[in-house]
């Protein structure tokens, strides 16, 4: 089963954005049992979230890291993990060229049965069945 970690910086912890997301994510995880974490950052726990795990999904999955253009500080991110391994399989907002996918859009998606993802999706319908080998 998939297991979700919401990252919030500080600056954005009170907005409206952040409100609406951990609305559908309360319905996520009542709705599809997905478990949720919620962590709010620092400066230092942005640059730790981009080393320890975003930089190695964005090479892998070729998906652009969302942050502002002048400071580069980040969006709230949401990372999916996998049971299997504890391995993070990928993240949102997730962005190429022309498109993107929001966590909102992901979410929502997910309500509806969709997976919105601008790679692969295997790896999230496997973890949503339980087969993940």
Not at 32 to 48: A, N, P, R
């Amino acid at each position: 089963m998939l297991r979700f970690e919401f990252y919030i910086p500080r600056a954005l912890e009170d907005s409206d954005e952040v409100r609406e997301i951990e609305d559908l994510l309360n319905e996520v995880k009542t709705k599809l049992k997905v478990s949720v974490k919620k962590f709010v950052i620092d400066e230092k726990g942005e640059d730790d979230l981009k080393y320890q795990i975003l930089w190695g999904i964005s090479v892998a999955k070729r998906i652009k890291i969302k942050q502002t253009r002048k400071s580069k500080s980040l969006y709230p991110q949401l990372i999916v993990f996998g049971n299997k391994n504890n391995k993070p399989i990928t993240f949102y907002p997730q962005a190429r060229v022309g498109q993107e996918i929001t966590i909102k859009e992901f979410l929502r998606g997910l309500l509806k049965g969709e997976i919105k993802c601008l790679h692969e999706k295997f790896e999230i319908e496997d973890e949503l069945k339980g087969e993940r080998k």
